[in-house]
């Protein structure tokens, strides 16, 4: 009876620090994101009332712009403003796209206070079925 228990021990020790080992190298996975698709915009990151919105690219290098939905005072949507980067460019730093919706009067150019006495009036550039869009420059 000995014979045959201190062989079962013995397999049992080695049995069990090679299992303690293989779990030692266990993996635990990697979690894996949902597949965008390429030309899929998505939401980066969100501080306040602004947004990170890029588009996903198959480089993995996606163009990004901060957005604000603007609101009236009962939470109406009335503008948008995407602000970019802009590259040579000898006049402009940043760049916006600001797009109202469809039947705004647009005779009538869309004017951005900047402060009490100094405001700047910038003409809508196009319309689509989204809205109607004024792409202005910041120097």
Known sequence: MQYIVKPLVVATILA????AQEASQLSLGQPLLPKANIGEPYIRAENGDW????????TGNDP???TQLILTEDNSP???ISLFRVKSNPTAVAGADITV??????????????SESNAKQYPYTFCNKIGCIARIGFS
Do not use: D, K
């Open 78 to 80: 009335i503008a948008e």
């Open 64 to 66: 990004c712009n901060m």
């Open 16 to 19: 069990s620090s090679a299992y």
């Open 51 to 58: 947004a990170v919105r890029c588009v996903v690219t198959a």
């Open 101 to 114: 919706p469809l039947e705004t009067l647009l005779t009538a150019p869309l004017v951005i206070r900047y």
